[in-house]
């Protein structure tokens, strides 16, 4: 994914994010499965085990056990943190939503193609991800 963007990024896998907690995010901190940032802000050069929400082009999440969290309270959390987009790889769904605009509460936009179609991310990626190796 990162030879394809349009920004050069940055990725870490399972870090530990702090996003602000209140309403509809109840969660003081989240591990998601992927995070990225772009390269140049060096974003998880020197970062603690815990970092902020603060520069995060995306998080990626692949749904495991606890389907609701993935679905809704982790997406609200990255939301109200200022998350530009959340990826949703749905295992149990065979889809693969993009959520962007993010709100207060939510992301006030958002798309979903079946797993094994191609997903477009917009802009600062500008790309389309094939996701037939991910099925």
């Given at each position: 994914?990162?030879k ?21 995010c109840p ?14 802000s060096?974003l ?13 082009a995306m ?37 693969t939503?993009?959520?962007?605009s ?6 006030r936009?958002?798309?979903?193609r079946?797993l ?16 037939t190796?991910?099925l």
């Amino acid at each position: 994914m990162i030879k394809h963007s349009r920004t050069d990024m940055d990725f870490s896998e399972n870090k530990g994010l702090r996003p602000r907690s209140g309403d509809a995010c109840p969660e003081n901190h989240v591990i998601p499965d992927v995070i990225f940032a772009p390269l140049a802000s060096d974003l998880f050069g020197g970062a603690g085990p815990w970092m902020p929400l603060d520069g995060v082009a995306m998080v990626v999440e692949v749904t495991a056990g606890n389907l609701r969290k993935d679905r809704e309270l982790k997406r609200r959390c990255y939301a109200r943190g200022g998350v530009a987009l959340y990826l949703l790889l749905d295992r149990d769904t065979a889809q693969t939503p993009v959520f962007g605009s993010p709100g207060k509460d939510d992301y006030r936009a958002h798309h979903a193609r079946p797993l094994g179609r191609p997903v477009t991310l917009p802009v600062p990626f500008a790309f389309e991800l094939e996701t037939t190796d991910l099925l």
